[in-house]
């Protein structure tokens, strides 16, 4: 593992290390001396002997003992030079601080070059650069600017500063929890977010991963590491630059490319991440998956000693599909036992002032509750923790009893309680014990129920996950010579695109049922084929020339006589003349016209940091207008596929509507998986586009296909 | 004003007094005290002498000073008696704290009914029952269980004590805002949410009014009242209850209605209401609108020293609607002047370190872009604050006067700033300051973008609002002789549905344009009607006992020719006969086939809490599985009706879609109007629903009517 090296290094060097106190060199080693760094330290700078009462040397090759990693405060113009130095001297790795590199456009991006190349060439492996720093809170090896971030199991990953600076603020003021390891990934010029991945995967000391990303440079590495993360490990993401001026924003920012944000969250959230969008909600849920079993079965109780905040509650956690099911008679039975006939004992519980002389019962109604095996998790919210301070201060202790059974119970029942308590910013000892029992208090409800939902979200996904399709097929490997040879005509005829009827011949070669179009070649030929088809029959014109076949008069569709085809060959023919007289016409495809049936459309196209995508939506206004799409990165498995189409809000549709029969759902998804394949079997295809696909009750009808190579590589 | 009497009473009696301290009856006399209510205060006891020093009476109707409120803290059986005390002291208003009335159930409505008439006969308003009481704070009238509330210029009104609490804790921990009034409005048996509103609109003492609503009795009455109060004092209001189980958990609770969502979020918001759906957001939506200018023009600015801050503000910001227009040129090259290199000027502006050594750059940045005319306000995010805590101390005093000097210019330019600071809860002196100028401060992003939000929500609604449509109309009276006629006759029949054709002759009364149907009741005259028809025909049955007539095989389409018509008349009478052989047959309609178009729907009802209302949304798909519609309570105006058709997800189908052409959008405004205008004057219709009307390029033609009438009063 070349990063445990660099992470977990046992020296470090700090060039462009300074006696000045407003210098990110001389804070450095301060910081490490101040949190006692466990290793060796050597401060580098020519014009100095001693810094901080530790030896100074010239360069980092003058260093007579091993060094692990460099810190490199000064310019990004010095660092090339220190690279080559650092690699005499066999470092392993260089946080890269200074901005100024591909962040700031075409120069800068040509410096970041030149700095990766050189520390590939010396073996050194880069952090950054236009990064914060890293921090190992294990042996103290802090190399960022920032003090006193709470020890824990979470492992951070942004590509803010100030994002670190809130998170670990808000970890240290509200909760027990802290931080394993703390990357600021900067610009991935060398070492990328999939590759702190894996680490962080493997490290036994990280229980989760927290992570702020403005844009990635390989995404779908990511993705294939987080597929495997995510089955032991939470991996907690927040991606900002969604809206056009974020995206500007991130520009100027980091430099990072930021994606498209609707396939970048579907293709996260089907890795099993836990996309946030709030930033007040990241550190939470990083504290309550990290703290806490994920609930399997979506159902939870609320408990709550005021109706208000119940009400609430139950609005958010639907809002988030968590279920609140009617707790079991039994269950309600009991808690009647123990509280006042005022009390609403469904769920949400309220107790209805049950609690005020006495919040142990708050324990008691948890346990009762927690027993219930409809229920796999509990949300409390109220006054818990200000009774105390509220009504009479002995009832403070009594709280802190409760505290302790709670917490207690969380183990036993394997069952996860969150707290909202208005008490929280008072700080009351109560409060603080049902955290040491990881069990995580929020002033805010808000934020107390979207953490309940998370863990719904991961206990769901890891329920529902079933060994994901593998990155690499070996599907249609029979018919891919065929297809290859379609391709390689294309190209010898210098064309980029295929024509109709060769893109429905590869779908063909594949096993996806596009009509077949018959070339015809006079109108013999035509009518001679429509004589064959069964209803009536179309006919397109067919000229590398023309891609817009039906805006210059090339489509004839409803053919049912001998001579309507006879004069639908001859129209097209003209029509195709009159707007180009040097179009290559290759002859008119004739074939039958679709049944009725729902229209879809299927697209696939390379993403930035994806890689090969595909989306798929019911056709016409609800793909147009309404946007209602779905995407996911490629390959897909049947699984996926069959998820792709039942996300849509449209999908009701295609399940018959308003007593219409239903569609061949089976055929949709199949022919997703079928694109899957082409795509993975043709790395030549730029994008697909299958539009419209008529879905029939039984089967559907490819009607047009359009694919688009890459560009020929000079 | 009768209220006045009552929120601003000058004496009170308490009711149920008592020497135990855990009682409510100790409690309120003990808060009175402490807060040094300017009234006098009299204990009702008969079985103690005095109680805290203060003499005790048995009765209210033997204080021989006047009263004019009183608190109840007895169980509800004893309140009607008490109120016919109060009666005989000419009381002016009660506050009843006891729960078990129409919250519930049936039993508990009956003793709910029995206290308002009680309070009524003896001219006694009511607050509640089932509340947590309420406050004045300015001459510390505190019948609430809530100790030392903030005083200030914000009036809260809410359905949770809790929520109360939560609201009053935040005020006191995080602003320097407190509350003018706090009314816990409970059941709603007597005063209404309205009336409040109606005393804080008038109360030179509130800036704002923040509401947490449960369901409220009299939705339409409570609008008419935002109305008039939003133009000059924000209304910024919670709704739970909006999920199954959240409606469940009202019930419960405060036994209110818990409206449709929907049309509730539409209706509040359609009168100036700022709708929060998240706790954490209400109170300080509260803040920033009770203390700043609204924004008019949308743009806003970001100031922040990190970018990963300015990046998720962005996004934010833009999910809210708002404007981040780049600076002007002047504006850019000023802040060039000031800030490193490194630092992005074009919005958000990213200081980039420019501040570390300085934090006064942040005032004056503020000021350079508080200057440029696009931008409207502006939010500052990130660390100020927590200079002087992070780099050095005197860092802290520069901030200060930072502090002063943004202060000063918020009132100079009239243009708002909100600050995110990572470091709010670290209390600095300098963020207490911006707070004392009226500057909220946030230690959460998520919410400070908020805040700037509904500055410019508010504000965007001040600007386009034109005098509202009245609630009373006088339309269409000239038709109504005519229509009531048509509902005279149904009612006769003994019926509560009209038929389709007189549904249609009701809304040509008032010139909306249905197709007119012919009664036909010979095939003879079928064919005779037909023949005049320039078109295809349609043949529907006409029978007050078949409503669903396509069903039954009543309907017959597309006929064009004589033996068509024949054949389709008999047919129909046959389906019909065969359906039910004693069915009430008319004959059967005649209509011409309506021309292509785009489908739309309209539909009236009855809101249990906002009375009628209105649904528009295009017909089929979009309507019954998107759920794309909008909603208003009616009457509407022209401009509320063109809002309606406009906020549809689906209104670019018909501006034209694809290169079709656009269809009669004024045709549809002017038919939403006029069924507008057709509820308000029959008070009698329960339902109506235009479905399908189909829109063309000129014109629209309604193909189906029915109109559903309030069952007659027995």
Request: proline letters at 4%.
């Amino acid at each position: 593992m070349a990063l445990k090296k660099i992470l977990d290094a046992e020296s470090v060097a700090i060039v462009g290390a300074s006696k000045n106190e407003t210098k990110r060199g001389f804070q450095a080693i301060r910081t490490l001396l101040d949190e006692k760094f466990e290793g060796k330290i050597f401060p580098v700078n020519p014009k100095e002997d001693r810094i901080l009462g530790l030896k100074c040397y010239d360069k980092v090759s003058d260093i007579n003992e091993p060094v692990d990693i460099v810190l490199i405060t000064t310019p990004a113009k010095t660092v090339p030079d220190i690279l080559e130095d650092c690699g005499k001297k066999g470092v392993y790795g260089a946080v890269i601080v200074a901005g100024g590199f591909g962040e700031l456009g075409r120069e800068g991006k040509k410096l970041e070059d030149n700095v990766a190349e050189t520390a590939r060439k010396n073996n050194i492996r880069i952090i950054g650069p236009n990064t914060s720093g890293m921090i190992n809170l294990k042996n103290s090896l802090n190399l960022a600017g920032l003090h006193g971030a709470p020890k824990g199991d979470i492992a951070l990953l942004t590509q803010s500063g100030n994002m670190a600076l809130t998170l670990i603020t808000e970890a240290k003021i509200k909760s027990r929890k802290g931080f394993s390891y703390y990357v600021g990934v900067g610009n991935e010029a060398d070492i990328k977010f999939h590759e702190y991945l894996e680490f962080f995967q493997q490290d036994p000391d990280t229980r989760a991963i927290l992570m702020y990303v403005e844009g990635m440079r390989e995404g779908r590495k990511f993705l294939q590491w987080a597929y495997k993360t995510t089955l032991n490990k939470p991996i907690i993401l927040l991606k900002s630059g969604r809206s056009t001026t974020g995206k500007k924003s991130v520009g100027s920012h980091t430099g990072a490319l930021a994606g498209i944000s609707e396939v970048a969250k579907s293709a996260f959230e089907r890795a099993g991440i836990i996309v946030i969008e709030k930033s007040d909600e990241l550190f939470p849920a990083a504290e309550a998956l990290s703290s806490l079993p994920p609930i399997k079965n979506k159902s939870v109780a609320i408990l709550a000693d005021g109706g208000g905040h119940a009400t609430i509650a139950a609005d958010l956690l639907t809002d988030l599909g968590v279920q609140i099911p009617e707790l079991s008679e039994k269950t309600q039975a009991r808690l009647k036992g123990i509280l006042p006939p005022a009390a609403s004992v469904v769920n949400p519980v309220d107790v209805a002032g049950g609690t005020d002389s006495d919040p142990a019962v708050f324990a008691e109604c948890a346990r009762i509750v927690l027993k219930d095996h409809n229920i796999g998790g509990l949300l409390i919210g109220g006054l818990f923790g200000g009774y105390g301070i509220r009504f009479s201060e002995t009832l403070a202790l009594i709280e802190e009893d409760a505290s302790h059974i709670m917490g207690k119970m969380v183990k036993k029942y394997g069952k996860p309680i969150i707290l909202h308590s208005l008490f929280s910013s008072v700080k009351p000892h109560s409060l603080d014990l049902l955290r040491y029992y990881n069990i995580p208090v929020y002033d805010s409800l808000d934020v107390a129920c979207k953490c309940i939902g998370v863990l719904v979200q991961y206990g769901n996904y890891l329920k529902s996950y079933h060994a994901k399709a593998r990155f690499v097929f070996n599907w249609g490997a029979k018919a891919k010579p065929e297809g290859i040879k379609i391709f390689k005509k294309a190209r010898a005829e210098g064309r980029n695109v295929l024509l109709e009827y060769e893109g429905k011949e590869i779908l063909n070669l594949h096993g996806a049922p596009a009509c077949e179009d018959c070339l015809a070649k006079t109108a013999e030929e035509a009518v001679n084929t429509a004589k064959n088809i069964d209803g009536d029959a179309v006919l397109k014109i067919v000229s590398p020339d023309i891609l817009h076949k039906s805006d210059i008069g090339g489509v004839r569709v409803k053919l049912n006589t001998e001579s309507e085809v006879r004069s639908a060959f001859e129209e097209i023919i003209q029509n195709a003349r009159r707007f180009d007289e040097d179009a290559d016409i290759r002859g008119v495809a004739v074939s039958p016209m679709a049944k009725e049936g729902i229209e879809v459309i299927i697209g696939t196209k390379m993403d930035d940091q994806f890689g090969p995508i595909i989306m798929y939506g019911l056709g016409g206004i609800l793909v147009e207008v309404l946007k209602d799409v779905s995407f996911s990165v490629l390959p897909i498995s049947w699984a996926a596929a069959r998820k792709m189409v039942e996300e849509t809000k449209s999908h009701p549709i295609l399940k018959g509507f308003r007593g219409s029969a239903p569609s061949d759902e089976r055929a949709v998804i199949g022919l997703l998986v079928k694109c899957s394949e082409i795509i993975e079997a043709y790395p030549e295809i730029q994008e697909m586009d299958l539009n419209p696909v008529i879905v029939h009750e039984k089967g559907l009808t490819i009607v047009d296909v359009r694919i688009i190579m890459k560009p020929e590589r000079g």
